[in-house]
């Protein structure tokens, strides 16, 4: 899975100009699953990932007073990325939101090389978002979720390698692995 890091670091890095800065994971606690809950203080999010992941920030060329938050776990059965990037104002018209959401599909399909096998319009509460099925170089599969939610963008990455051998069980864990992921994803009312 080691190939995973570097095709969505493309991603990341395609919306940034200056390196990141690691740092350590902002108020993880593993659950008694093993699961890490993800709540940096402030961000206005709650996550859970497989274990501890890794942390970059990087401020944004395009808009100085943003910064960008990826965190990156790999595990046997999947990858995990996750991002958000907060910008200084709201944004809520339903029209620009769509408008950002079809440029962040179109800059990480370019910035991967990936092709789009399908999208769909989502909701995290009262939040517009999307849901894109991808195909990525090297063999890879992924499934992006994204949302505007105020002043922040989220992206959450469930990335596999699937095998034509692969196991009606195996096929079934990835499953229950990407529904634990999505679905322990939470945002604040001040967001």
Known sequence: MKKISS??????????????QQHPTAAAAADSTGW???APANAGFT??????ATEKVAPIASAPEAEHHIFVLETGPAGYVFSYTQFPGDVTDPTAISGMLDAGREGSIAATG?????EKEIR??????REWLLDMPGGLTAIDRS?????????????TSPKPNDTRETIELQQELANKFFDS???GDGN
Do not use: C
């Open 7 to 20: 095709v969505f670091v493309l991603v990341f890095l395609s919306f940034i100009s200056v390196p990141a």
């Open 36 to 38: 890490v809950n993800i």
């Open 47 to 52: 996550l859970l990932m497989p274990g501890k």
């Open 114 to 118: 990936s092709k789009l096998k399908s």
């Open 124 to 129: 995290l509460k009262e939040h517009y978002g």
């Open 147 to 159: 949302y505007w939610v105020g002043r922040r963008f989220y992206q959450l990455l469930f990335i």
């Open 185 to 187: 994803f939470r945002v």
